[in-house]
């Protein structure tokens, strides 16, 4: 697997991103609101799948590793955080929207808007059970299903959906720049 140089910067800068987005946050109880997933998104949209990915990957090994880029600090034993789930989530969310954003024929708001929201499920997905497991079950407080996915869902879907739009109605916008530019591959 032979990465370009161009694609190790762009990889590298939505990692970076998705580390900025971890400190634009509104603190809520549990998981605090921030723009984590826009950048994800983007990965995934811009970067396709296979870059996206990585820069996720990227993301989270690095804060995994032990530097303080997550929104509660970093370090192996930030596994054991309820919202971990969710940055497994930005990875498998990455590569899906990369995914399904490659092998579109024709670019429009409702198709990227559908992918990305497929995308953000996935992130909620993963993150409302793990939050709902770690409280549980290593923290040792009592929480039920239905209060893990108010706390870790119900607040956040509105914003998450706006935000959604957000890098559907970009992406429209600069997809078929790229593709015309030659950075971005025809399908």
Do not use: W
Request: charged share 10%.
């Amino acid at each position: 697997m032979r990465i370009k140089v161009r694609d190790m910067i762009l990889v590298s800068l939505f990692a970076a991103l998705t580390a900025i987005g971890a400190f634009i946050r509104i603190p809520t109880p549990i998981v605090p609101f921030t723009l984590q997933f826009l950048f994800c998104a983007y990965a995934g949209t811009l970067l396709g799948s296979r870059l996206g990915l990585i820069s996720q990957l990227l993301y989270v090994g690095i804060g995994i590793a032990g530097v303080p880029i997550f929104t509660k600090g970093g370090g192996i034993s930030y596994i054991f955080q309820p919202t971990f789930g969710y940055l497994i989530g930005f990875i498998l969310c990455a590569y899906v929207i990369g995914k399904l954003t490659e092998n579109l024929k024709e670019i429009t708001f409702i198709k990227y808007f559908v992918i990305v929201v497929t995308g953000l499920m996935i992130v909620y997905g993963i993150g409302v059970p793990y939050l709902y497991l770690i409280v549980n079950y290593y923290l040792g407080k009592a929480m039920t299903f239905r209060h893990a996915i108010y706390a870790g869902f119900a607040l956040y879907i509105i914003p998450d959906l706006l935000l959604s739009a957000l890098v559907a109605f970009t992406s429209v916008k600069v997809i078929p720049i790229l593709k015309k530019l030659g950075y971005k591959k025809e399908k």
